[in-house]
Nanobody
Framework: QVQLVESGGGLVQTGGSLRLSCAAS????????MAWYRQSPDLARTFFAG???????IYGAPVKGRFIVSRDNAKNKLSLQMGALAPEDTATYYC??????????????WGQGTQVTVSS
């Protein structure tokens, strides 16, 4: 089984940057798609960005070049570099793992989430 622990969230001003990290444990990390989901107040948790087991990065929402998702299987880490942050980016960001997340799959493993708050 996979255990996921996020870190790196915080409070930043508009235009600031953060780097979110997800530390994964378990023997099946390399066999799963790893992704970030986010959830804003009053909104559903939705796919944001992920990296497949083949190393393909997919972004599920417009990011205007402000976000880079990366995966390091050797270090069992998933990262999300966030730049030029805006209040609309305020949300809880969750690390997730599962199969076929870029199609109809749903995560089978979730982290606890890390809060990102962008002040205007």
């Amino acid at each position: 089984q996979v255990q996921l622990v996020e870190s790196g969230g915080g409070l930043v001003q508009t235009g600031g940057s953060l780097r979110l990290s997800c530390a994964a444990s378990g023997s099946v990390f390399s066999g799963l798609t790893m992704a970030w989901y986010r959830q804003s107040p009053d909104l559903a948790r939705t796919f944001f960005a992920g990296v497949s087991q083949e190393g393909n990065a997919i972004y599920g929402a417009p990011v205007k070049g402000r976000f880079i998702v990366s995966r390091d299987n050797a270090k069992n880490k998933l990262s999300l570099q966030m730049g030029a942050l805006a209040p609309e980016d305020t949300a809880t960001y969750y690390c997730a793992a599962g199969k076929h997340l870029f199609t109809d799959g749903r995560p089978t493993h979730w982290g606890q989430g890390t809060q990102v708050t962008v002040s205007s």
